[in-house]
């Protein structure tokens, strides 16, 4: 009599099935694998254009990041070089006199009290920055004095966002 090949057809049916499977999961683990590396590619590029080297010079004694962007109830840092151009024969002691911003409440920017900077060379500090309630782009100008009566300001942006 004839025998039925049920079982070889029930085995391909199930191989594609499986197969199918198989190229679903690894579609969705590729999408997953890609989203990561395109936000984390992202906050690379956000990081290395922060970064930005500050380095100030004879010609620009004191720089600062342009825009420090903070987010409420968080904190971000503002980077600032600083150059000693004095022609005294001491190492002078800079000490931030000010740090201020127009028409903000909620700010707070702490920055270190004093920095020492041999002569003829730059040094990098960071300041932290604190956003507690407004909203908004606040100008605001940090200014340092040396003990040789040298002083020095720079300008910069606080963007405040929810």
Do not use: W
């Amino acid at each position: 009599m004839f025998r039925r090949k049920d079982g070889s057809l029930n085995l391909s049916i199930q191989a594609i099935v499986i197969l199918v499977m198989a190229m679903a999961l690894l579609g969705l683990g590729l999408g997953f694998i890609r989203t990561i590396f395109a936000s984390g590619g992202e906050k690379l590029i956000g990081e290395i254009d922060n970064i930005n080297i500050l380095q100030a010079s004879d010609s620009q004694p004191i720089v600062s990041t342009n825009t420090v962007k903070v987010s409420t109830d968080s904190y971000a840092q503002l980077q600032v070089s600083a150059y000693n151009k004095d022609d005294t024969s001491t190492t002078p002691v800079y000490t931030i006199n000010s740090v201020t911003c127009q028409g903000t409440h909620g700010l707070t920017i702490s920055c270190p009290a004093t920095i020492e900077i041999p002569l003829k060379e730059a040094r990098s500090f960071g300041c932290s920055v604190t956003a507690t309630t407004n909203t908004g782009l606040f100008a605001c100008q940090i200014t340092a004095s040396a003990t040789s009566g040298n002083s020095l300001a720079a300008s910069f942006f606080v963007e405040v966002a929810v």
